[in-house]
């Protein structure tokens, strides 16, 4: 019973004994982050890591070519029911975030759970009181042990410091607003306040990418929700100085920024990573509506203008490096994971964003999503569907943990009709469904029943750890959560809370949560409780358990670190 939202398949193996070692070439047992002193792991953009299984190509015997095969597959096996554990501390009341339940219209594609969540009303309360007692014990240690730092080190009690402002806690404005942590929220908005100076004098040249999702959209998330003035001007703070990563020479910003001096530089000479790229969209394009400043908005507008202008091998797939004067590409490596994922993420969000009113990004998404597809979407021999990378002609047989999100892009398309066909939104669905219940599997096939950073899958269609390193990771409940909104199927909250239990055991230490060097130890432990943890994996955790009137789908997108901001209905395009 193991498996998140794939609509096909017959999923998992619950055997969580040891796996026969793959075939071909050796794992690779070196992860970002090895203690004592692990380097900086952005979390879309660039996984070293994630590049060494490259090498490790696809064979015809591993999997099967998916191309052009817009059909519907058959209906996965049904799990076997989970325990069902309770929590004795049953969450107070709602979150008035969003509509109240009853009024929602009953074909409403983005919401199927009403009738279900009511049924299991108790337990889900229950399991999202769980949750918040997570947050609330990783976010007490942080202030107990890291206090205005970055990422707390839960095991030597010390700070990951690659920002100096506080990370952990704009990271987690939201996830505390909408779990209802009134002091801790209050807490944190008073040190934003009073102590934040996002321009001081720091010893960081700071990823714009990572300021974006994180800082920029955490404010804005967080002045949407609360109506607190003091997170609208932090957001346009910061987003004036992001603005210096822009030349005007490149449409496309400069990887990273000294935020005090505004000196901005690229990290390589000559490209620019797409996911850099296209993950501005929806935090600069709200920044302008909120602030009727349409600068930002036009920043983006270039940028998108300057990719969609790029002729591909394949249409709408753009490799993972940009030349930066947009003249081609640096490499022939494409995938929807580690330095390109959000990119495609934000086209689809983007249009939903703008109320439907933007072909250019439907457009856009569309053609990207029907090659990944037909290019990237493949099935092992034992019938799982995985979303590969495709290097030079080639695609792997390995999947990254990054592109367990595209389970839930997909399905979320399909909701929203962004194909206008009835055809292709069932295939994109099924997709979906199938994609992130081979995620799931990568989980519960697992000694540790937390999945690895690079699945692969040998030629007999088995599972393994290529890269071994879980870094608390977000993608995959990401997933569950949508396909369980978006399906009512209550297999995905079981699924859900099934890693959320592997997560207690395995990675809580004393003082935190902690990542694991290797998912075949629990004794592993990395020492980091990445932000991420906060914005998105507990709060995906959370939402799943919670009725339909939290944050609905049909009100928001959610952009790649978590944050929601608010559709804009009646979208006028300037």
């Not at 219209?105 to 949750?131: F, G, H, L, M, T």
């Not at 753009?318 to 994922?341: L, N, R, W």
């Not at 995959?476 to 959320?500: C, M, N």
């Amino acid at each position: 019973m193991v498996l998140f939202i794939i609509g096909s398949v017959t999923i998992l193996n619950l055997d969580m004994g040891t796996h026969p070692p793959p075939p071909g070439p050796p794992k690779h047992g070196h992860s970002h982050r090895q203690p004592p002193n692990p380097p900086i792991v952005p979390k879309n953009v660039k996984a070293k890591d994630n590049e060494k299984y490259n090498n490790k190509r696809e064979t015809t015997s591993t999997t099967t070519d998916t191309s052009t095969k817009y059909t519907t597959q058959k209906p996965a096996t049904e799990p076997t029911n989970f325990d069902k554990t309770e929590s004795k501390n049953p969450t107070k009341k709602r979150l008035d975030v969003g509509l109240d339940s009853n009024s929602f219209e009953i074909n409403n594609p983005y919401n199927k759970i009403d009738k279900v969540y009511k049924e299991n009303e108790k337990q889900n309360q229950q399991r999202a009181s769980k949750v918040r007692d997570a947050m609330k014990f990783a976010w007490d240690n942080y202030v107990k042990y890291n206090w205005g730092g970055d990422e707390l080190r839960p095991i030597t009690k010390g700070d990951h410091d690659w920002f100096s402002l506080g990370l952990t806690i704009i990271d987690s404005l939201d996830t505390l607003y909408i779990m209802e942590l009134h002091q801790e929220f209050d807490k944190a908005k008073d040190w934003i306040k009073n102590d934040l100076d996002l321009a001081k004098n720091t010893r960081h040249s700071v990823s714009v990418f990572e300021t974006i999702i994180r800082f920029l959209g955490g404010f804005l998330s967080t002045y949407h929700l609360s109506g607190d003035q003091v997170f609208l001007d932090k957001a346009e703070q910061m987003g004036h100085l992001l603005l210096k990563a822009f030349d005007g020479k490149s449409p496309f910003p400069k990887t990273y920024l000294h935020l005090s001096d505004g000196n901005a530089r690229y990290e390589d000479a000559h490209c620019v990573i797409l996911a850099q790229i296209g993950t501005l969209f929806l935090e600069f394009n709200h920044l302008s509506e909120v602030t009727g400043n349409p600068i930002w908005k036009h920043t983006s507008d270039k940028a998108l203008n300057a990719l969609a202008s790029m002729k591909t091998k394949y249409p709408g797939l753009i490799p993972s490096k940009v030349k930066q004067d947009a003249s081609g590409f640096c490499e022939d490596h494409y995938s929807i994971a580690a330095m390109t994922d959000s990119y495609y993420e934000y086209l689809l969000k983007m249009w939903i964003y703008q109320d439907k009113t933007n072909s250019q990004y439907k457009d856009l998404y569309n053609t990207a999503a029907k090659s990944a597809l037909e290019y990237l979407y493949k099935q092992t021999t034992k019938g799982d569907y995985y979303m590969a990378n495709f290097i030079n002609g080639h695609p792997t047989s390995t999947q990254e943990h990054l592109a367990c999100f595209t389970g839930g892009m997909f399905a979320l398309g399909a909701a929203a009709n962004v194909s206008e066909s009835e055809e292709m939104n069932e295939f994109y669905m099924e997709a979906g469904k199938q994609i992130t219940a081979t995620c799931a599997k990568t989980y519960f096939n697992m000694p540790t029943g937390v999945g690895p950073e690079v699945a692969g899958f040998s030629s007999d269609g088995s599972i393994y750890a290529q890269v071994q390193y879980y870094i608390l990771r977000p993608e995959t409940v990401e997933s569950l959560f949508i396909l369980y909104r978006l399906t009512g199927d209550t297999k995905y909250q079981e699924w859900a809370w099934r890693i959320f239990e592997a997560i207690e055991k395995n990675c809580k230490t004393e003082n935190g949560y902690s990542g694991l060097r290797d998912v075949g130890s629990p004794h592993s432990k990395d020492d980091l409780q990445e932000s991420f943890f906060m914005a998105e994996t507990l709060k995906y955790l959370y939402l799943i358990f919670k009725d339909s009137s939290v944050i609905p789908l049909d009100k928001y997108v959610f952009n790649t670190e978590a944050h929601p901001f608010p559709i804009q209905f009646d979208y006028v395009q300037k």
